[in-house]
């Protein structure tokens, strides 16, 4: 999605008109939630995606009404639709989807560059046309037409923003909900599209496992760091993928930064060093880290067990730890390793049980 976002600002910048198709809600097996979205130029060129890849076709046919001087409009396309089959949506679910022009009133440069800061943001948009705004960081950029309702979208769009959740608030009538006050405000149907800051993938031990495991990392999104107390092996040429390669010891590295971490960080260990291994994840378990894995076979995870034991760790926190790391795909070499490390991350951070599709029921996309 941030590649949508940055492509906008880019083409907005040069001038190139574009429109936006945003998922406002979604019911059943939706390919994605609300807040993806797509980008259609005014010479045909396309990025990003609505719904992997069923309703495209729809969503360009619309955007030319659009192009043409049509109004924002809402569309919905689901199975239970006439023209489901025919615009491709087959897979069970429903999406309502807004498609508007991105004009000079959506602030999108001020969107783009707290993305690339690595910030909190959020893009509030009306479903009924107008200007937009830009809300983190305690500073909001662009309007919605008036003070009173920028005020009370920016509230709101906090509020979401906090959560990370995106989709539709509704201000006027029950505008109190969100900090403002009834009658103040006209009532109006806003889409907040959130972006909450990147997650961090901290890999300790630049090994060859660490390199495709910091560029799958980083293509999902993550701010990869990758540290070694060997120079050696701390070489950024190494990791193309990481946002930054450390020469330090792990347990120097924590006490340093350890206030980067939060509940969205995964922490990989992979240097099979007790004098390494040991340190890091002594840190690693006792602070808020939302995952902590480390490589090893077996006999390597019941000694390292024993030692974090003596260095005090208690059994709370030993619980925590995914050791041996990663989902058993019976994959082999690094690329096949760190697949299988980024799929538990996934989902560890998304609540998945790591099962085959085929011996589930219910809805394939969680609701």
Same mark, same amino acid.
């Given at each position: 999605?941030?590649?949508?976002?940055?492509?906008?600002?880019?083409?907005?910048?040069?001038?190139?008109?574009?429109?936006?198709a945003?998922v406002?809600?979604t019911w059943?097996?939706?390919?994605?939630?609300?807040?993806?979205?797509?980008?259609?130029?005014?010479?045909g060129?396309?990025?990003?995606s609505?719904?992997?890849?069923?309703?495209?076709?729809?969503?360009?046919?619309? @955007?030319?009404e659009?192009? =043409?001087? *049509?109004?924002?409009?809402?569309? #919905?396309?689901? &199975?239970? +639709?006439?023209?489901?089959?025919?615009?491709g949506?087959?897979?069970?679910?429903?999406?309502?989807?807004l498609?508007?022009?991105?004009?000079?009133?959506?602030?999108?440069?001020?969107?783009?560059?707290?993305?690339?800061?690595?910030?909190?943001?959020?893009?509030?948009?009306?479903?009924?046309?107008?200007?937009?705004?830009?809300v983190?960081?305690?500073?909001?950029s662009g309007?919605?037409?008036?003070?009173?309702?920028?005020?009370?979208?920016?509230?709101?769009?906090?509020?979401?923003?906090?959560?990370?959740?995106?989709?539709?608030v509704t201000?006027?009538e029950g505008?109190?909900?969100?900090?403002?006050?009834?009658?103040?405000?006209?009532?109006?149907r806003?889409?907040?599209?959130?972006?909450?800051?990147?997650p961090?993938?901290l890999?300790?031990?630049?090994?060859?496992? @660490?390199?495709?495991l910091? =560029?799958? *990392?980083?293509?999902?999104?993550? #701010?990869?760091t &990758?540290? +070694?107390?060997?120079?050696a092996?701390?070489?950024?040429?190494?990791?193309?993928g990481?946002?930054?390669?450390?020469?330090?010891?792990?347990?120097?590295?924590?006490?340093?930064?350890g206030?980067?971490v939060?509940?969205?960080t995964?922490?990989?260990?992979?240097?099979?060093?007790?004098?390494?291994?040991?340190?890091?994840?002594?840190?690693?378990?006792r602070?808020?880290?939302?995952?902590?894995?480390a490589?090893?076979?077996?006999?390597?995870?019941?000694?390292?067990?024993a030692?974090l034991?003596?260095?005090?760790v208690?059994e709370?926190?030993?619980?925590?730890?995914?050791s041996?790391?990663?989902?058993d795909?019976?994959?082999?070499?690094?690329e096949?390793?760190?697949?299988?490390?980024?799929?538990?991350?996934?989902?560890?951070?998304?609540?998945?049980?790591?099962?085959?599709l085929?011996?589930?029921t219910?809805p394939?996309?969680?609701?």
């Open positions: 999605m941030r590649h949508v976002i940055d492509q906008a600002a880019a083409w907005q910048s040069s001038g190139t008109r574009c429109v936006m945003t406002v809600r059943g097996s939706a390919p994605h939630g609300p807040g993806a979205s797509m980008l259609v130029a005014r010479d060129r396309i990025v990003g609505v719904s992997g890849g069923c309703v495209e076709a729809a969503v360009v046919a619309a @955007a030319e659009v192009f =043409a001087g *049509g109004p924002p409009v809402v569309e #919905r396309w689901g &199975v239970g +639709d006439e023209d489901a089959f025919a615009v949506l087959t897979c069970g679910g429903t999406i309502e989807v498609i508007r022009e991105v004009g000079p009133r959506v602030p999108l440069d001020r969107l783009s560059a707290d993305l690339a800061a690595g910030a909190p943001v959020a893009l509030v948009t009306p479903l009924d046309g107008g200007g937009s705004l830009a983190g960081r305690g500073e909001v309007s919605l037409g008036g003070a009173a309702v920028d005020r009370a979208a920016a509230l709101a769009a906090e509020g979401m923003l906090g959560r990370g959740a995106s989709g539709l201000l006027g505008a109190e909900r969100h900090g403002g006050h009834p009658g103040c405000v006209p009532e109006r806003l889409l907040v599209q959130s972006f909450a800051a990147r961090r993938l890999v300790f031990g630049a090994t060859e496992f @660490a390199r495709p910091a =560029a799958f *990392g980083a293509a999902l999104g993550h #701010r990869v &990758v540290c +070694d107390a060997r120079p092996f701390a070489d950024p040429g190494r990791f193309p990481a946002e930054e390669v450390v020469a330090d010891r792990p347990d120097r590295w924590f006490r340093a930064h206030d980067l939060d509940g969205t995964a922490v990989c260990v992979l240097t099979h060093d007790p004098r390494f291994d040991v340190p890091a994840l002594t840190h690693a378990l602070g808020p880290a939302g995952y902590v894995g490589m090893g076979s077996r006999r390597t995870h019941e000694d390292r067990m030692r034991r003596a260095a005090g208690g709370d926190r030993l619980a925590g730890l995914r041996p790391i990663g989902l795909l019976g994959g082999r070499g690094p096949e390793t760190a697949l299988s490390v980024l799929a538990e991350i996934v989902a560890v951070r998304r609540g998945g049980t790591g099962l085959p085929t011996v589930g219910g394939v996309h969680a609701l």
